[in-house]
């Protein structure tokens, strides 16, 4: 099956520091990737899409310019969480579509910021 | 606002029993319909997709769909601990681009 892969699992930083969070899709081209985040048994709440060769598009109430997202690539998007501090501890999930509608979810990276 | 519903529950059901998840939805014109399993501290899974209004099989998993009805439901047959997880359904928005979540079922099979 389709396989998305996420980068690094798990993180822990320092408050004020930035963190880099990778997905990539490994046998097939996402023009589009999701980027999601999870609070402990809740929902999982679309941060923004990534839009391959254009500016990501971002949710009411997410910060952009805290958010940072590149899709650089067909099968490569990036979210970095810059100068993080606590509140931003989470486990983040990026997905990405298949043959427009199916959705693969990476593995998703567990954010703790100390 | 384009919602989809879930019972949260939780729902627990004896080993070897059926297990019955639901899920209902506004968009009248949604096309599209998931169910993901999420293990505790992992990602969502993909385990049933349907695209029509019926009865849809895979292993020990049905997937039934009412368009009429705007309702999506899972049957795990032959429920087994290992069942026991956070059931997410989800409808694809043609006109956004976007799968809408539902909150979740939370699953326990009873040994």
Known sequence: GAVVSQHPSRVICKSGTSVKIECRSLDFQATTMFWYRQFPKKSLMLMATSNEGSKAT?????????????????????????????????????????DQTEAFFGQGTRLTVV | QKEVEQNSGPLSVPEGAIASLNCTYSDRGSQSFFWYRQYSGKSPELIMSIYSNGDKEDGRFTAQLNKASQYVSLLIRDSQPSDSATYLCAVYDFGNEKLTFGTGTRLTIIP
């Open chain 1, 58 to 98: 971002y949710e009411q109430g997410v910060e952009k310019d805290k958010f940072l997202i590149n899709h650089a690539s067909l099968t490569l998007s990036t979210l970095t969480v810059t100068s993080a501090h606590p509140e931003d501890s989470s486990f983040y999930i990026c997905s990405a579509y298949r």
